[in-house]
């Protein structure tokens, strides 16, 4: 079945870095776009990057332009956001994410980024 596994969340500092991982598993991860998104408390779930199948593309919400990564590689099943010059705003749950067709939605089960002194 498919899995979705998010790690790399932590505590960190204002102006800190993390890189988060999402480990793919009972899926050809190569053929479908990926994207990170996060719930912040009593916020609504956002998109935070996307990228597509094969790394060529990728898009950004305009909140993390320049700051976040986001990459990937197929042969290890795996994609990554790279979090630079963190804020206390980004502190929330981050999700892995993938769509495979109509009612086709996976989700990992979220890894906690903290960015507080």
């Known amino acids: 079945q498919v899995q979705l596994v998010e790690s790399g969340g932590d505590l960190v500092q204002p102006g800190g870095s993390l890189r988060l991982s999402c480990a793919a598993s009972g899926f050809t991860f190569s053929r479908y776009a990926m994207s990170w998104y996060r719930q912040a408390p009593g916020k609504e779930r956002e998109l935070v990057a996307a990228i597509t199948s094969t790394g060529s593309i990728t898009n950004y919400a305009d909140s993390v332009k320049g700051r976040f990564t986001i990459s990937r590689n197929n042969g290890k099943n795996t994609m990554y956001l790279q979090m630079n010059s963190l804020k206390p705003e980004d502190t929330a749950v981050y999700y892995c994410?993938?769509?495979?067709?109509?009612?086709?939605?996976?989700w990992g089960q979220g890894t906690q980024v903290t960015v507080s002194s």
């Open positions: 994410y993938t769509n495979m067709g109509p009612k086709k939605d996976y």
